[in-house]
């Protein structure tokens, strides 16, 4: 058990569906973290948030948007996705966003667009 | 361009065997040098962390070794289990007064069989 949990952890959506995914952390972490993993590929850092504070945006489609409404709760909320949005959707948190504390990560969403 | 390079990308070894993965960096300024484990349908896991002054680090049967001048690190696994089967991830950290960046390798997929 990570501390972390994702739901749901697998979803199925068509291209002109709306649909959220969700991230709670239960270690008291100050920073949360969205991560897009595509096979063979390295994770992609999406978004980071620090204190409930956007502090990362690595030039994301805006057909993903990010909410976090306080520090233990992160969501991502996906609209008219592409094919090639299919991929496992990574939460992670971390005690702050200093580059070196561990990041504890969630099992993942394994998301796909058809 | 930070970048970050793992070899083998898939390693098959027998149980009770050794081996070893290697990570190449080009990550300025360095920070520190993590190796995550991700069992196939969960999220990674950080296995050791290493700073700019330290050249070896075990946990349990893993040893991460840190070559900053060559900017090399290796995870040898030792007596190797089935449970060891996963992706391994080489991940640096770059950081800089108020900027920080990770970058992550592909991973190395380790498979261990009987």
């Known amino acids: 058990e990570t501390g972390v949990t994702q739901t749901p952890r697998h979803l199925v959506m068509g291209m002109t569906n709306k649909k959220s995914l969700k991230c709670e952390q239960h270690?008291?972490?100050?920073?949360m973290y969205w991560y897009k993993q595509s096979a063979k590929k390295p994770l992609e850092l999406m978004f980071v948030y620090s204190l409930e504070e956007r502090v990362e945006n690595n030039s994301v489609p805006s057909r993903f948007s990010p909410e976090c409404p306080n520090s233990s709760h992160l969501f991502l909320h996906l609209h008219t996705l592409q094919p090639e949005d299919s991929a496992l959707y990574l939460c992670a948190s971390s005690q702050d966003w200093w580059g070196t504390d561990t990041q504890y990560f969630g099992p993942g969403t394994r998301l796909t667009v058809l | 361009k930070n970048q970050v390079e793992q070899s083998p990308q898939s390693l098959i070894i027998l149980e009770g065997k050794n081996c070893t993965l290697q990570?190449?960096?080009?990550?300025?300024?360095?920070?520190?040098l993590r190796w995550y484990k991700q069992d196939t349908g969960r999220g990674p896991v950080s296995l050791t962390i290493m700073t700019f002054s330290e050249n070896t680090k075990s946990n349990g049967r893993y040893t991460a070794t840190l070559d900053a001048d060559t900017k090399q690190s290796s995870l040898h696994i030792t007596a190797s289990q089935l449970s060891d089967s996963a992706s391994y991830i080489c991940v640096v950290s770059a950081t800089s007064g108020s900027a920080r960046q990770l970058t992550f390798g592909s991973g190395t997929q380790l498979t261990v069989l009987p």
């Open positions: 270690l008291g972490h100050n920073a």
């Open positions: 990570c190449n960096y080009t990550v300025s300024p360095f920070s520190n």
